[in-house]
C-alpha cells in the first residue's frame, strides 16, 4: 500500500480516516473471497501494469495470458469509453474465456485528471464492484467503466 500511503501524505486527520475506512471496508469483504484473475490490457491486448496495485487491492489478481483470465479490463490512459467501445469489438477472441461469460470491462479512470488519494480509493472501489458485483455496489458503472457484451 506504499502507493497509498503517499498519496495520503498531507490529508487532514478527518478525511485520511474517511479513506481509510473505505479502504477497510474492501479488505474486510475481499479477505472472505477467492482472488480474481484479471487481465488488464490495451487496445493492442498488451498488458498493462499501472493498475496492478489497485487491482490486488480489490482482489484481483493480475494475470498476462488471456486464457487464464476471469475478467479483462481495458483500460488505455487517454481512452474514453466511446474509444474503447468503438476499437474493442475486432480484438476479442471467442477463445478467451472471460469473452464467453461477458466477463469484459471497460475502464476510463477519467485520464486526465490528478493522480489523488480520494481517485485512488475511488478506482480501488470500482474495481472490487468490477470483480465482485454481487459484494459490492459503488454506482460508477456506467460512468466511469461498463461491462462490455461481446
Known sequence: MSFL???????????????QERLDLVEHKIKFMDKVPV???DTNNYPVYLLSEE???????????MLSAVFIVYYEPGKTLNDL????PSL???????????RIILL?????RERTAENAVSLI??????????????????????RFGA
Do not use: Q
Open 5 to 19: 500511503n503517499d498519496l495520503f501524505i498531507g490529508l487532514d486527520e478527518v478525511k485520511r480516516e474517511e479513506l
Open 39 to 41: 487481465a488488464c490490457v
Open 55 to 65: 487491482i490486488t487491492l480489490a482482489g484481483g489478481m493480475l494475470e498476462t495470458d
Open 85 to 88: 467501445m468503438r476499437e474493442i
Open 92 to 102: 476479442l477472441d471467442t477463445n478467451w474465456p472471460a469473452v464467453n461469460n461477458n
Open 108 to 112: 476510463n479512470d477519467d485520464v486526465d
Open 125 to 146: 472501489e470500482d474495481i472490487a464492484e468490477m470483480l465482485h458485483p454481487g459484494s459490492f455496489i459503488f454506482g460508477h458503472e456506467g460512468d466511469k467503466w461498463i
